[in-house]
């Protein structure tokens, strides 16, 4: 299994699939499935039983996830949509914006 270079909390661009160039946050990440969850993009409708905290049910709208290799990291210093290195930096392992050099982390 290839390890992901997308986190929680990432800005990133879909560049594939019905909502290509949108732009969105990562809510949840799944490295397991190679998937990511984003803010906005992806959203399907999902049919929700009667609960005590909601006895109405009904159907609602939620962000499926899409596969990682759809989805490619927006630098915060160049703001592109860019691949990632990764670098050692004082011990420790950061990850790198290939266009401008910054690190992400």
Do not use: W
Request: glycine share 10%; hydrophobic share 35%; aromatic share 2%.
């Amino acid at each position: 299994m290839a390890k992901m270079n997308i986190k929680k909390g990432d800005k990133v661009k879909v560049i594939a699939g019905k909502d290509r160039g949108a732009e969105g946050v990562v809510i949840k990440s799944y490295p397991s499935n190679q998937r990511v969850a984003v803010e906005g993009i992806n959203i399907v409708k999902k049919a929700q039983r009667p609960t005590q905290a909601n006895p109405q049910g009904g159907i609602a709208s939620v962000e499926a996830p899409i596969h990682v290799s759809n989805v490619q990291l927006v630098c915060p210093a160049c703001g592109e949509a860019t691949r990632v290195s990764n670098k050692r930096v004082d011990g420790k392992k950061v990850r790198v914006c290939k266009k401008c050099g910054k690190d992400f982390d």
